[in-house]
């Protein structure tokens, strides 16, 4: 086993190791770089703007460090019309209470977490007058440069001729830009089971990794380049420095680096005529990517990415030995059917804990969407090519066309009947289920059908499990508060109520609350005084029942 798959081993060692220091905070504290005493407090704060700015529908959004504390944040920026729009390396004074944002009930997203793990310690609000542009100080980032690149690729979008929706699609799934995709399309693309086509992640890495390796092999024509020894070396390093020029064109975003590092481990392989693409190669590029970064552990992206190389790797070769066609067109829609199949299955325990449904119809949407992603990632990189010639503007009017094709069928496979499966799978279901999986891959292996009774028992315990989460959470009772927004939530029914300036008396389970969020002190200890003699529950702002 150690010999076999040694990277395997010291893949499990160092997310143990990284788990240990998370929770118990031993033996460092990995939680330490963002945790500040000047949360929740209305501050003077000097930043620095470390990437061009994002504009959202409320302003700008802007990824900035502290320069007196040496930690990052997120801040929310109006700006004022008589004041320039702020770019990356701006040195700005801004008056900003930064907070950690909580979820609004126990189980929803959590931003502040979500924060956290981009070790960024918070996020500010800023209204218009109240920051002021001090200096400017170049970012020396490679971070910062990239963003520069991005931006001025996008342009050349636009430049040739893509607009709207088309413009805000090609951004994203070339080059990572995904600030300007609207929120119904986001919602269409993640009913469908086709969100991975928005995230530049493995395919689009791949798809450009498989374009490189055909053009310098001239359409798979000089396979005897790899006989001889320095040609190959020559080949291979060319096509990591094109995978790594790309994951820098699309920002150096997380999932890209990790898919450009495990194509980099794959070549290395290939020049040294090993093996190369296994779960021990997986888990090399897990480990490298932890040693970086060890709070990617809990992110989503990243757990996603290995879970679905995972089942590719494990389940494609017993799915393709079910059906061995004679045609290359039926083996190329075995092998998409078989790939989007067995990613699926591994990725399913994190997307069913992480974001609590799937999608019925994801064969159907991927058999149209994997195809359309190659030819679209194809014609997006000539057209920034060729963005200020004729060709350019014929593809890009193609392009047009074909996005808006591709929106509309991932629409009509949303509103599908019973598109979307939803189950919200709790911590001890996702043990059950990757078991459940563990068992039907030694069946397959061994060949014998016992070993499919504990795999069974394990998908029984799953319903018994969540039967009891739906009783209980239908029995469940929760108010929240939200600036002057009540919220109440029961079962899975959520009522919103406004709140009224001063006081709101409000019943809940039987009894008489009253929220007062902006009172004087005199006037609170009149009220505290009113409610204890009546028997009146007084909520403090922020505060649970």
């Known amino acids: 086993m150690l010999r076999r798959y040694p990277f395997v081993l010291l893949f499990v060692c160092t997310a143990l190791f990284i788990l240990g220091a998370y929770y118990l905070h031993f033996p460092f504290n990995l939680r330490a770089d963002t945790e500040a005493d000047y949360l929740d407090s209305l501050r003077v704060f000097r930043v620095h703007v470390l990437e061009p700015p994002v504009h959202k529908p409320g302003g700008l959004q802007l990824r900035i460090s502290l320069i007196d504390y040496a930690q990052q944040a997120v801040l929310y920026l109006r700006p004022d019309s008589t004041q320039a729009t702020p770019v990356a390396g701006d040195i700005l004074f801004v008056s900003t209470r930064l907070t950690r944002p909580r979820p609004l009930f126990p189980g929803d997203f959590d931003y502040g977490a979500y924060l956290r793990l981009q070790h960024q310690v918070g996020v500010g609000y800023v209204h218009p007058g109240r920051w002021q542009l001090v200096g400017h100080a170049p970012v020396h980032s490679l971070r910062a440069y990239a963003a520069l690149v991005q931006q001025r690729l996008a342009e050349r979008y636009s430049d040739a001729g893509l607009s709207g929706r088309a413009l805000a699609f090609m ?29 530049v992640s493995g395919l689009h890495t791949g798809i450009i990794y498989i374009v490189l390796a055909t053009l310098l092999t001239c359409f798979g024509l000089r396979r005897p380049l790899y006989e001889q020894r320095l040609r190959r070396v020559l080949l291979s390093l060319t096509i990591i420095l094109a995978m790594w020029a790309y994951a820098f064109v699309t920002g150096l975003s997380p999932s890209v680096m990790r898919a ?14 090993r093996q190369s693409l296994s779960i021990n190669t997986l888990a090399a590029a897990a480990c490298i990517c932890l040693w970086i970064d060890p709070l990617s552990l ?17 389940l494609v ?9 004679h045609s290359p067109v039926l083996r190329c829609l075995r092998d998409l059917i078989t790939v989007s199949l067995a990613a699926t299955i591994g990725t399913l325990p994190v997307t069913l804990y992480h974001f609590g449904q799937m999608s019925h119809c994801f064969l159907l949407t991927n058999m149209l969407i994997i195809p359309a992603a190659y030819v679209l990632v194809i014609m997006g990189v000539a057209v920034l090519l060729l963005a200020y010639t004729a060709v350019g503007a014929w593809l890009a009017l193609a392009l047009k066309y074909m996005c808006g094709g591709v929106c509309a069928y991932v629409s009509w496979i949303e509103h599908l009947p019973h598109a979307t499966f939803r189950l919200h799978a709790t911590p001890w279901m996702v043990v059950c289920l990757v078991v459940a999986f563990a068992f039907i891959y030694v069946s397959m292996q061994r060949k014998r059908l016992a070993w499919l009774v504990p795999a069974v028992s394990a998908v029984a315990l799953i319903c018994v499990l969540h039967v009891a989460d739906v009783r209980q959470a239908s029995q469940e009772q929760a108010l929240a508060f939200r600036g002057r927004t009540l919220y109440y939530r029961h079962g ?15 019943r809940y389970s039987g009894r008489e609350y009253v929220y007062a969020p902006y009172v004087s002190a005199r006037r609170m200890r009149a009220l505290q005084s009113y409610c204890a003699q009546h028997g009146i529950m007084l909520v403090q702002p922020d505060a649970g029942l």
């Open 171 to 199: 951004s994203a799934i070339t080059l990572g830009e995904r600030d300007a995709l609207d929120s119904d399309l986001r919602q269409s693309f993640t009913a469908a089971g086709a969100a991975h086509v928005l995230a």
């Open 492 to 506: 899975s029914e959520l009522e919103k109520r406004a709140l009224e300036s001063r006081y709101t008396f409000f």
């Open 317 to 325: 070769p017993y799915m393709n030995a079910l059906w061995r066609p």
């Open 260 to 273: 450009v590092l495990m194509l980099t481990i794959v070549q290395v392989g290939w020049m040294c005529r």
């Open 298 to 314: 809990f992110g989503v992206s990243f757990q996603l990415s290995f879970a679905a190389v995972v089942g590719i790797l494990l």
